[in-house]
Every structure is written in C-alpha cells, then in structure tokens.
C-alpha cells in the first residue's frame, strides 16, 4: 500500500500533467517521439474504456508525409493556416485518425458482434444471449440510437475517451499532443476510401491527433472555471 507521501507526490504528478497538457498547434519537427514511448501511449488507447466493452474504434496511424497531404486542403484544424505554419501535418512526430465504427457492425445481434463476443470477449453462449439483450434495448429504447450516424456518433463517444487517455499518457511522459476535429468529414472519408482502403459503410473519421514536442511554450496561460462553477456536489 502506497504511503501518504509516495500518494500525495502522484496526486501532485497528476495535477502537473494536466496542466502540462495544451492543444500543440507546431511541434519541433526535428524531435520525434520514441517507439517505447508511443507503444505505451498506444497502449493506454488500446486498454481504454468503452460502452459494453465493445471497442468500437479503430486507430489509424499515418507517418508518411505524402500521405499526410492528402488531407492539408481540407483538414483547417492541423494544416496551420491560422498560424501561418505547415500546422500539425507538417511538424507532428506522430499523426493519426481514430475511426469510428458504424451500424454496420455495432447494431446489436450484427455477425461482428456475435463473433466480437466469441472471439474476443470469450465469453460463452448464455452471456452472450444476455449481451444480445441489454445492448438491444440500450440501442431500441434507452438511448434511441438506431440510425447510422446515431450509431456512428455513438462509436465516436468512445473514440473520444480513447484520445483522451493516450493525451493523458502522452503528458506523463511530457509528449505534447492536440485533438484535431477541424477538417470536412465528407473529403476526409474520401480520401481515407481512396488511399487508405478504409471501407466507408464500416468506418467513420471520429477525430484527428496530433504528438511530438512543442517548438514553443504556449503563448496563453491555461484558463479554467473554477471548481465550483465545475462540479455540483449533492
């Protein structure tokens, strides 16, 4: 069991992270991040939380700098034209697309799903039977997600908790990191289609990261409401 001095000093880590942790918008090109140091980070996404455990997301990592052009027209959130730079597509040690998952795969009783269970839950038949169940009437009648985008929005919920712990492990490490959700979700499944053979009826771009090491310490102090304006205790 943790002391109160070895707890307070990871508290006070914690703390310091978080407020370490800003939207990078130009990182030092000539830093990149080590392999050991991205696997955790990736490991952090792969071992995230989701809704009934069902992993609805794939990450999509893009390291060729051709590659990453492919989306500078259109991608206004990390292609650097409100700063006057090559943004985060240019300058990023490690760029990606985390892909939601559509109806296609996460309505419930779907063939994915069923083997999803199976395969990697390994779970046995009457729990899957129960799964079956209360994801049906989860999707059917608590939560009305029904529809394709509703079903993909879902999946990005998700995508979301992901990228939010790999940004959390990156500050740990004091790696930099910005979530990008300014580009045109129609070009960028486009291009994700044509050039990456992502199938669009199974995967939807959920969001854009960006990680390496900041060329400069931010221009702004980090401002929050207070605590009490956050959070309401009954």
Not at 2 to 15: M, N, V
């Amino acid at each position: 069991m943790k002391d109160i001095t070895e707890t307070a000093r990871t508290q006070a880590e914690i703390i310091e992270a978080f407020k370490f942790r800003h939207a990078c918008k130009v990182f030092d090109p000539e830093r990149k991040i080590d392999d050991a140091s991205f696997d955790t980070i990736l490991e952090a996404a792969r071992l995230s939380p989701t809704s009934f455990g069902h992993e609805p997301f794939k990450i999509l990592m893009i390291q060729s700098q051709e590659k990453r052009e492919l989306f500078r027209e259109f991608s206004w959130g990390a292609n650097g034209m409100m700063n006057g730079t090559s943004g985060q597509l240019g300058t990023a040690s490690h760029f990606g697309i985390i892909l939601a998952h559509t109806a296609e795969t996460m309505t419930a009783g779907s063939d994915y799903l069923q083997n999803f269970y199976r395969t990697v839950k390994q779970l046995p038949d009457e729990v899957i039977e129960i799964f079956n169940g209360a994801y049906g009437k989860f999707q059917d009648s608590d939560h009305h997600i029904k529809t394709d985008r509703e079903i993909a929005d879902w999946s990005g919920k998700q995508a979301y908790i992901v990228l939010a712990n790999m940004m959390t492990a990156g500050a740990l490490l004091r790696i930099d990191s910005c979530p990008i959700e300014g580009f045109d979700m129609a070009l960028t499944s486009e291009v994700l289609e044509e050039h990456f053979g992502v199938d669009p009826k199974l995967y939807k771009p959920a969001v854009m990261f960006a990680f390496g090491y900041r060329a400069d310490e931010p221009q702004f102090d980090k401002t929050r409401r207070t605590m009490e304006e956050t959070v309401s205790w009954f």
